[in-house]
């Protein structure tokens, strides 16, 4: 494990019976802890930074410096050409696809792809901009490539973009980008990966603009990838952000204001109005240097072993039905017959000290169909007068510092309760839980 690489001291957390226990993180697909030795140089630098690209104190210069640099960096980890591209920092993934999906600038007609496995942060940006398409996903929950090349077929010329995750944040699916990326090209339209999941758990590599595999564009956050909240990364070709105007205007983004007109500066600043988080840029290029010292493939191979350790025992445990198939990154949704995903999430955290995450996880389309459940039951629930529990699921995502003693331990406790569940539900009421 890169236990020690990664987390500093080892935290504990109160439970319900009065006990002290070593926090089990198991849901590092909504964050993953910061690097302690990213947290360590952010301190020093938090006396150091100052304004980018305006001041001309030594603060400001050193700030810059780092600033532009970590744009360097960022491109780097993730192969991104910046002869043709251009790496634009923002605050999320969220805000990165956003800011694509105004900055492409649609026609009437223009079609956009996406798919039934997305976030609803690659779903509802898209909504109201282009006709938007969903290409299918089969009954294990895996992208149906065909579906995708027929609405390519039946919308060429007019598909604009195709927009698919590099990894599921429900069942871990990954994407073959690459090829989806050839058969976008092939019908002249763009792609783009959704690399919220896929960056901190396989190597990336966005390729040359010559390669009919390469990435259009690529979008992730840093507070997935081991470092703090508050930055994240759209990169994509430069031409696009040179057409038109930039998103955001204001301080930064300009060489020459008059009264009646404006001349825009260059990239990467003409997209990053107003004073730009440079801690947070810093921080990211940071924590993927450190991966790169790592090794971001010794860290992928690590946490399949660690995949196939957790799976192969949760399958054992009676009633579960875990969700997916492979090729996957190390995300395991489930449910356990019986026993409600909210309340286990409750259990596991008041009395085992384990984070998880419980719910539709943020794609309630894709949870609803790998559950079986029509559109037209959830709305009857959701306009109900009675708050309900939305049907959902638990999910554990795992990270490079987790360990197989961590799993055993969660089996335990996932056995306790399934022994014991008519005690556990008399002493837990839980909320219902929306998202
Ligand atoms: N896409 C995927 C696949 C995700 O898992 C997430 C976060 N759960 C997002 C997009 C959105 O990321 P953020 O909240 O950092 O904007």
Redesign the pocket.
């Known amino acids: 494990s890169f236990r020690r690489d990664i987390l500093g001291v080892e935290q504990k957390v109160p439970t319900l019976g009065g006990k002290y226990l070593p926090y089990i993180n198991f849901d590092n ?2 964050s993953t802890p910061a690097l302690q030795p990213v947290v360590e140089e952010m301190q020093d630098f938090l006396q150091w930074y100052s304004g980018v690209h305006r001041g001309t104190g030594y603060k400001s210069l050193l700030s810059s410096q780092f600033y532009d640099d970590s744009h360097e960096t960022i491109a780097n980890f993730v192969g991104a050409d910046l002869d043709s591209q251009c790496v634009i920092m923002v ?7 956003n800011k694509l999906s105004y900055r492409l600038r649609f026609a009437p007609g223009d079609v956009v792809i996406s798919s039934m496995m ?5 779903d509802l940006p898209w909504r109201n901009k282009a006709r938007l398409k969903y290409a299918r996903v089969d009954q294990q929950g895996l992208l149906d490539l065909g579906d995708l090349k027929k609405l390519l077929q039946l919308y060429y010329p007019r598909v604009r973009l195709v927009t698919v ?5 429900v069942t871990g699916h990954l994407n073959p980008i690459h090829q989806i990326a050839e058969m976008a090209h092939a019908y002249r339209a763009e792609i783009l990966v ?1 690399g ?2 896929l960056v901190a758990h396989h190597p990336v590599n966005m390729m040359k603009e010559s390669d009919p595999r390469h990435i259009d564009y690529l ?1 992730f ?1 840093g ?2 990838i081991y470092a703090p909240f508050g930055s ?1 990364v759209l990169i994509g070709p430069r031409k696009t952000f040179l057409q038109g105007e930039p998103e955001y205007s204001g301080g930064g983004n300009v060489d020459l204001v008059s009264r009646n007109k404006v001349w825009w500066t260059g990239l990467p600043d003409r997209e990053e109005a107003g004073s730009p988080n440079v801690i947070g840029a810093f921080a990211l290029a940071r924590s993927l240097q450190y991966l790169q010292k790592m090794g971001i493939e010794k860290l992928a191979l690590y946490e399949e072993e660690l995949l196939l350790y957790a799976r192969e025992r949760l399958q054992k445990l009676p009633g579960i039905k875990i969700y997916g198939s492979f090729p996957r990154v190390a995300v395991i949704s489930f449910n356990i017959k019986g026993l409600e995903h909210a309340l286990l999430g409750s259990i596991l955290c008041f009395e085992a000290g384990v984070g998880v995450r419980t719910g539709c ?3 309630q389309g894709y949870v609803r169909n790998l559950l079986g459940i029509n559109e037209e039951s959830i709305s009857a629930i959701y306009e109900g007068k009675e708050p309900a529990l939305l049907p959902g699921m638990l999910r554990i995502s795992l990270a490079a510092y987790n360990t197989r003693e961590e799993i055993d331990r969660l089996l335990k406790w996932l056995e306790r309760i399934i022994a014991h569940q008519a005690d556990f539900k008399k002493n837990y009421l839980f909320s219902p839980s929306f998202g």
């Open positions: 697909a909504a605050k999320n993934t969220t805000e990165a696809i997305e976030h609803h942060s690659n995750c590099g990894a599921s944040n959704d919220a999941q979008a956050s507070h997935k994240g996880f943020c794609a």
